[in-house]
C-alpha cells in the first residue's frame, strides 16, 4: 500500500488552507475534520475568480460558453473520479437538502404499502426524509438496529430485514459519529437480491474525504456528498442519481427537460471547485505511484488516504513514542472498540469522571480543535443506546500528523490524571 512519507506530507499540507491555525485562535490542530474538512488552496481561489463573473450559463456569449464548459468538466471529472456509471451529477442547497429530495421523489415514485428501509445507524437527514415521506406516500417506514458493540452494520443486517415489497433503502457510507464503514455494495446486493427493483440511495457525506468511490461497483441510485467536507467549501451539495432516479417525477420547469433536477442557475465556482478536488485526488495518486491511468491514480490516493489515517488512529489509540495511547487511559472508552477495522479517521470517546464538554474546552484551550457530540437529534440514535449523555468526537483526515497527535495524548494525559 502507497505510503505517505513526511515530505510529501508537508507537500499535502502545502495545498490546504488554515492547515495549522484558525485567523481567530491562532495555532491550533485540527482535529474536527467531520464537521468540515480543511479547504483546498485551489479551491479558495476558483471561488474567488467566479465570484467576481457576472455572466449566467445558457447565453449566446464567450463567457457563457465557458461557464458550460467548466461545468460540463466538473461532472465528467466527479463521473470519473467515483466511477459513474452514466446517471446525472447535479449540485443543490446542501448535502442534507440532496438527501431529503432524492428521498423524497423515491418514496412519491414507487408503490403505496411498500416498505422504505434504512437502519439506525444513519444521519437525521436520512431517517427524517424517510419518516417523513414514507408517510406522505403511503409507506412503512423499517429501521434495522445498527450493531451497537461495532458502531456499524453488516450486510447480513439489511438480508435478514429487506422484504420484497421493499421499494426504498437508504445506507450511510460512514457514520459521522462512530466513525466507522460500510460495506456499501455488500448492503445493494443483500437488498437486491430480494427487490431488485429498490431504489437504492447513499449518503456519503462522511465517507467522501477518505478516498474511494466506485458507483460502479455499489450499483445504487443515488449518492450524495458535501463537497465542503471533501477539501472544497461550504454553501452546496452534490448528488448523482441513476438513470432511473432522474426519470422518476421531480420538480421541474414546465416544457423544460425531462431529466433537469438541477433548480434554477447554479453558482459554476462551485462545478469547478469539484474539478480542484479531483485534480488534488489525481495529484497525490501520481506522488504515491499511482501510474499513468487516471483511475489508477484516484486507487493510489485512496490507499494512500487510507494508510496515513490508519497510523494516526493507531497513534492515538495505542500511543506514540512515551506517550501512552488512549487503550491505556483507564478512564477513556472508545466508541466501537479500540480494535475496530471499519474506523475511518476518527474515534469518539468520553472519559469517566469528566464531562465530555470539559474535555472539549481543555484540549481546546491547549489548541486541539474537537468536537462535543450529544444525545440530542443528530446523535442519539448513537449515544442513547451506549446509555451515554455525549462523547468527544476527534476526527483525522490524511494531512494530518503523528506529531500533532502526540500533542492530543499530551493533552489528554494531563485530562485523565
Not at 430485514?161 to 462512530?178: E, G, K, L, N
Amino acid at each position: 500500500m502507497p505510503q505517505i512519507s513526511p515530505e510529501l506530507l508537508t507537500q499535502i499540507r502545502s495545498r490546504f488552507a488554515q492547515v495549522d491555525h484558525c485567523p481567530q485562535q491562532g495555532p491550533r490542530i485540527f482535529f474536527e475534520n467531520a464537521g468540515g474538512a480543511l479547504t483546498l488552496n485551489a479551491a479558495v481561489e476558483t471561488s474567488t475568480r467566479y465570484a467576481a463573473i457576472p455572466d449566467n450559463q445558457g447565453r449566446d456569449n464567450p463567457g457563457s460558453r465557458e461557464l458550460v464548459r467548466v461545468i460540463t468538466k466538473a461532472k465528467t471529472d466527479m463521473a470519473e473520479f467515483m466511477n459513474a456509471p452514466g446517471g446525472q451529477f447535479f449540485v443543490g442547497e446542501s448535502g442534507t437538502e440532496l438527501l431529503f429530495r432524492l428521498i423524497m421523489n423515491a418514496c412519491l415514485g414507487t408503490s403505496r404499502g411498500g416498505v422504505v428501509l434504512g437502519s439506525t445507524l444513519e444521519h437525521p437527514a436520512t431517517r427524517s426524509a424517510c419518516d417523513r415521506w414514507a408517510q406522505v406516500a403511503g409507506q412503512r417506514h423499517v429501521l434495522i438496529p445498527h450493531d451497537n458493540a461495532t458502531g456499524t452494520i453488516e450486510a447480513a443486517a439489511y438480508a435478514d430485514a429487506v422484504t420484497a415489497d421493499t421499494v426504498v433503502a437508504t445506507i450511510v457510507h460512514t457514520s459521522p459519529v462512530t466513525g466507522m464503514g460500510v460495506d456499501v455494495a455488500a448492503c445493494s446486493a443483500a437488498i437486491r437480491a430480494v427487490a431488485p427493483a429498490c431504489v437504492i440511495i447513499v449518503d456519503g457525506i462522511q465517507h467522501a474525504a477518505h478516498g474511494r468511490m466506485d458507483l460502479t461497483a455499489y450499483d445504487v441510485d443515488g449518492y450524495v456528498v458535501s463537497p465542503y467536507k471533501v477539501f472544497s467549501r461550504h454553501g452546496y451539495g452534490l448528488a448523482w442519481i441513476s438513470p432511473r432516479l432522474s426519470a422518476l417525477p421531480h420538480n421541474s420547469l414546465i416544457d423544460g427537460p425531462a431529466e433537469n433536477w438541477e433548480m434554477g442557475t447554479r453558482d459554476t465556482g462551485s462545478y469547478a471547485t469539484l474539478s480542484d478536488v479531483v485534480d488534488y485526488f489525481d495529484w497525490l495518486g501520481g506522488a504515491v505511484g499511482g501510474g499513468s491511468d487516471r483511475r489508477a491514480r484516484f486507487a493510489a490516493a485512496a490507499d494512500a488516504i487510507h494508510a496515513q489515517e490508519q497510523a494516526l488512529t493507531d497513534a492515538m489509540i495505542d500511543g506514540t513514542g512515551n506517550l501512552p495511547g488512549l487503550r491505556e487511559m483507564d478512564k477513556v472508552t472508545i466508541i466501537g472498540g479500540a480494535d475496530n477495522p471499519a474506523r475511518e479517521g476518527l474515534v469518539s470517546l468520553v472519559v469517566d469522571g469528566v464531562a465530555s464538554v470539559d474535555v472539549v474546552k481543555t484540549l481546546n484551550d491547549h489548541g486541539i480543535r474537537t468536537h462535543l457530540r450529544k444525545a440530542d437529534h443528530y446523535s442519539g440514535n448513537i449515544l442513547t443506546p451506549l446509555e451515554m449523555d455525549s462523547c468527544v468526537r476527534v476526527s483525522m483526515c490524511h494531512y494530518n500528523s503523528v506529531d500533532e497527535v502526540a500533542k492530543f495524548l499530551a493533552t489528554m494525559k494531563q485530562i485523565t490524571e
